[in-house]
């Protein structure tokens, strides 16, 4: 019942601010408007741009109320998110005036957002080791470093995602479902209602942004949604893993991490910063392969369910 409640209330938060939030933005001209000159920018109508704030207040308040939490770990997660919705408004900000952000108060500030969850306790600690079942304990540099990256990546990547009606929406929906599933099955409770509370705002987001999109989250709720991501699954399946379940949580986020992976490798080869927006992503070479908007989704959520499902199966060996 908890679990349901959490889901419920995340839900009806998200889905009942997102209309007076979306007036909000036509009010102060907070926008992302059509731009011919970019192949990226799909919309031909201007669209709000203050979903990540509503997701922001649904996570939060649904988390604070059901799982009363109130130690150092929820208040580093809630620093955490809160820097990256405020470097990711002056990113959106920027874009309403036709503007790029630099690429380099973004970096600071996810990582920022990455050290401060760590300092809270919340890493990744090491596995067990699959031949003698002790807990192999990592050195605490590479503790930091592997958390770290974990966070950032997993961060970029859903935001490096978010291209598409609907796109990252439905991915980050089907991950914390999966999450949510591995955390159930190995009692973690704490990030079982993260991860379901996730599902309902994301779920409520996606009612609202599937094509065409009457609103986006942006830069500050795309890098918000891959933060909570990031940290559920430190505070979950990266808990007293197994060399072989620890490709569970990758899984679950396996198109974003493996399409994106591409991309960063890419750009590194022909000598461009990670950070330079441009349509070289999966769901774009699918739009000009000759796809649908629609189909593209749902090929992408295809994919992304039968990744998920892998993980699934993956846990249940192990268990």
Not at 121 to 149: A, D, M, R
Not at 273 to 285: C, F, G, K, P
């Amino acid at each position: 019942m908890l679990y349901l409640i959490s889901f419920v209330l995340s839900f009806l938060i998200v889905y009942i601010l997102i209309p007076p939030f979306a007036k909000l933005a036509f009010r102060i001209d907070f926008v992302d408007k059509p731009r011919k000159d970019v192949e990226r920018k799909l919309h031909r109508e201007p669209i709000p741009l203050t979903a990540s704030y509503v997701i922001f207040i649904g996570f939060f308040v649904t988390y604070l109320i059901i799982g009363r939490e109130f130690n150092m770990e929820t208040l580093a997660i809630f620093i955490g998110g809160m820097m990256l919705l405020i470097i990711g408004t002056l990113d959106d900000w920027y874009k309403t005036k036709g503007k790029d952000f630099p690429a380099l108060p973004k970096l600071v500030v996810q990582i920022m957002a990455a050290v401060v969850v760590y300092a809270s306790g919340i890493s990744f600690t090491g596995f067990v080791n699959p031949f003698s079942g002790e807990y192999v304990l990592l050195p605490g540099i590479l503790q930091f470093l592997l958390t770290i990256l974990w966070i950032f990546g997993v961060t970029t990547v859903i935001n490096f995602s978010d291209g598409l009606d609907g796109l990252a929406g439905g991915l980050s929906a089907i991950s914390a479902i999966t999450l949510f599933i591995v955390a159930i099955t190995k009692g973690q409770s704490n990030s079982a209602i993260m991860a379901i509370i996730l599902v309902g705002v994301t779920l409520a987001y996606l009612r609202y942004n599937k094509a065409p999109a009457k609103i986006f989250m942006g830069d500050a709720g795309a890098t918000f949604v891959g933060f909570i991501l990031a940290v559920i699954a430190l505070d979950g399946a990266f808990k007293q893993a197994t060399v072989l379940s620890l490709f569970i949580p990758v899984l679950a986020l396996g198109v974003p991490i493996f399409d994106n992976l591409f991309v960063i490798i890419k750009r590194f080869s022909q000598g461009k910063s990670i950070y330079v927006a441009d349509a070289s992503q999966v769901h774009y070479r699918l739009l000009r392969a000759g796809l649908t908007h629609r189909q593209t989704v749902m090929i992408l959520w295809l994919i992304s369910t039968c990744l998920s499902l892998s993980s699934i199966i993956l846990l249940l060996i192990q268990t």
